[in-house]
């Protein structure tokens, strides 16, 4: 029964992510293409956005880091965990490089940069290994 609790926690824990990230990448989109009114969002909704995406790019650095071996300062968030693993098995001889492309990234969405066609295909690339976390974490579930 605890490995069921544990695959369902994990599971919904995904999915959260999934959600945050995909609110986040339709906002930025929408914005790219000057289509905010369309969905009744303005520039503060896109700045919220910015700052989460930043704080979830934040998190899953931190938590891709302490996964490879680096040193980090401070806390790091346990959910990210699967993604990161994910984002590491990809290709494990440029983690380094890829993990300095999301900071970059956060770099700008804290600086309230645009956001540019390369920073949505980076974007689109974790929302798709978040996709496949999330959908191997509904096939534990039907395991029990």
């Keep these: 029964m605890n490995t069921f609790a544990y695959s369902s926690y994990k599971h919904q824990t995904d999915q959260e992510l ?10 930025l989109k929408l914005q790219a293409q000057d289509r905010l009114c369309e969905y009744g969002l ?4 896109v700045d919220n956005e910015h700052e989460d995406l930043a704080e979830f790019l934040d998190d899953l650095v931190r938590r891709t880091r ?16 699967g993604l990161s693993h994910r984002f590491i098995d990809v290709n494990r001889a440029d983690v380094p ?3 300095a492309e999301l900071a970059r990234l956060q770099l700008r969405l804290d600086e309230g940069d645009q ?6 295909q980076l974007l ?7 996709e496949e976390e999330s959908a191997e974490g509904v ?3 039907y395991a029990f």
Excluded: S
Excluded at 42 to 45: L, M, Q, Y
Excluded at 115 to 120: C, N, S, Y
Excluded at 124 to 130: A, K, T
């Design 18 to 27: 999934l959600d945050r990230l995909g609110k986040a990448i339709f906002a």
């Design 42 to 45: 303005d520039a503060r909704d």
């Design 66 to 81: 302490l996964l490879v071996m680096e040193p980090i300062d401070g806390q790091v968030n346990m959910k990210f965990t």
């Design 97 to 99: 490089d890829r993990i």
């Design 115 to 120: 956001i540019k066609d390369r920073d949505f």
């Design 124 to 130: 689109d690339g974790l929302h798709d290994l978040l």
């Design 139 to 141: 096939r534990g579930l």
